[in-house]
């Protein structure tokens, strides 16, 4: 019988040892977005203020990256939407405006300047398009 109380023993202490163990691990660290991207454009800073649209490219001349992302927005220039590139040498005046610290940075701003669609790096081409499209289709319906 004092055999099987020690045993009895011995599981709960072991089973309390790996409790406190648990406890004492670090969580782990958090996984959120680590560069906020504006959220409202002041459509008299950008060209093009007289289109329903804007896309903004924010580079840089030492990003491979940023070129990419440029050739992926000339894809949405049409009759309501024009683009403009930032470049950090020719206008870093509008990246610490907008708080712009990692590029590429594309954003597509509506009439209002309000943030429609922000991304950060380069953009996938469908994604990109995605975004101009349920963007134009927000606008309609409240136009509509």
């Known amino acids: ?85 930032i470049s950090w040498q020719s206008d870093p005046v509008l990246h610490e405006r907008y708080n712009i610290d990692t590029v590429p940075a594309t954003i597509i701003a509506g009439p209002d300047g309000a943030v429609e669609a922000a991304f950060l790096g380069n953009p996938p081409t469908t994604e990109l398009w995605a975004a101009m499209e349920a963007a134009r289709s927000r606008l309609a319906d409240y136009e509509g």
């Open 1 to 85: 019988m004092s055999r099987l109380v020690i045993a009895a023993v011995i599981v709960l202490i072991s089973f309390g040892a790996a409790e406190l163990l648990r406890r004492r691990r670090p969580d782990a660290p958090t996984q959120g977005s680590i560069v906020p991207l504006p959220q409202q454009l002041d459509r008299i800073d950008f060209d093009h203020s007289d289109l329903v649209w804007l896309a903004v490219v924010f580079s840089s001349a030492t990003c491979e990256a940023c070129e990419e992302a440029l050739v992926k927005a000339r894809t949405l220039v049409g009759p309501d939407l024009g683009l403009q590139e």
